[in-house]
C-alpha cells in the first residue's frame, strides 16, 4: 500500500526522476591515488561508476553503488590494474556519501556527490591534492 501510494504521490515521483536521472561527481583513493569520474544513479538505489586517474593514464575503476538500507549501502569497484576493491558507505543525502576500506588491500577511500574541498575531509587527504592536474 504505502509503495502504491509513493508511486501515485506526484512529489515522490519527481524525486525518484530526478534521483533516476543523476550524474554526481565521483572521487576515489585506491593505494593512495587519486581517481575522478561520475556516479550514475539509474535509481534510486542504485548507480555505476566509472573512475580514472588522471596522472596515470590507463588506470581506471567501474562498478556498482548500492544503497542497501536507508542510510547506507556499498560500493564494489573491479580496477584495470586487476585490483577489486569494495567497501561500505554512509549516504549524506539522496545523492552524496562516502566511505572508506583503509584496513584492505588497497586502501580504500571515496566520496559521491561531494565538492572537492568538502570530499577531502572523508577521503583523508589535503584539499590540494584535489585539484585535478590541468584544471585551472
Known sequence: ALIDWAR?????HKVELLVR???TPAIAVVDGRVLWGVA???SAREATVQLQNVETPGLACSGTLRHTASGSGSVSLACTDGR???S???ALSALSGSGSNLAASPGFAFT??????????????????LVRPGAD
Open 21 to 23: 536521472s543523476s550524474n
Open 40 to 42: 550514475n544513479f539509474t
Open 84 to 86: 577489486s576493491v569494495t
Open 8 to 12: 501515485q504521490n506526484p512529489l515522490v
Open 112 to 129: 559521491y556527490g561531494l565538492p572537492p574541498e568538502r570530499a577531502a575531509g572523508y577521503l583523508r587527504l589535503p584539499s590540494e591534492r
Open 88 to 90: 561500505t558507505f554512509h
